[in-house]
């Protein structure tokens, strides 16, 4: 092989690296989870080469616009993970004891009336209590194993010297984008992660703030 083939090669090497470990590469794998912070729909990259603040977010549904260059973006997702991974009690839920739904307590109430009855319909019986497991097991609050194969995940990868695309789609169910620039991590167990603060919050719930906590505790918003 000659010096210059050598030489192309190298630098299509070199091309083909720094073009997968690009921002905008990056960026364009994220933006599925990107979501405005106001509204809640989908947000759309743009970027607009006559600005010196080249890149932007506009909201597919009230038309919220943020400039956010990609770097930034990138680097706060990034020490998001990085607070969690540090410190992953951050996404500890409380457990909840869930009522079970009308339709669970009426089978149950059959179930216990065919148990009662002098003789025992054995096939309805078996039907009758195959439907309450299945409906049993679909009512089950899936929250605390969601929490713990999130635990694993953040636990395995060790702290981050750049971006993870793997490890937020493992992890993230969403980002959002605020007007100030600032972003909120919804991880998949509902627990919410920002930059500005080293508290978790759980979307699904609103409860009141506490004046010694600095996250916003209100359901489904990240300010």
Not at 78 to 102: A, F, H, W
Not at 134 to 158: H, N, P, Q, W
């Amino acid at each position: 092989m000659n010096s210059q083939k050598r030489l192309l090669l190298t630098l299509k090497y070199l091309w083909n690296k720094t073009d997968e470990e690009h921002p905008a590469t990056l960026i364009f794998q994220m933006t599925a989870l990107v979501v405005c912070g106001e509204c809640g729909h989908s947000m759309r990259r743009i970027h607009d080469s006559r600005t010196s603040l080249g890149e932007k977010w506009v909201c597919q549904g009230c038309g919220t616009t943020i400039k956010i260059v990609d770097e930034k973006l990138l680097a706060d997702v990034t020490e998001c993970l990085n607070m969690v991974i540090g410190d992953t009690k951050l996404i500890d839920v409380p457990l909840r004891q869930k009522e079970p739904s009308s339709c669970l307590r009426r089978l149950e109430n059959e179930i216990g009336r065919l148990l009662d009855s002098s003789e025992i319909e054995k096939e309805t019986l078996k039907n009758k209590i195959f439907e309450c497991a299945s409906l049993r097991y679909s009512e089950m609050d899936t929250t605390e194993s969601v929490t713990e194969m999130l635990k694993a995940a953040f636990e395995k990868s060790g702290p981050l010297s750049q971006y993870n695309q793997e490890l937020t789609e493992r992890t993230v169910s969403s980002i959002s984008l605020n007007h100030d620039g600032s972003i909120c991590l919804t991880l998949k167990n509902g627990r919410k992660i920002r930059k500005e603060n080293r508290y978790g919050t759980d979307c699904r719930n609103a409860s009141k703030k506490n004046p010694h906590n600095s996250a916003d505790n209100s359901a489904g918003q990240c300010v």
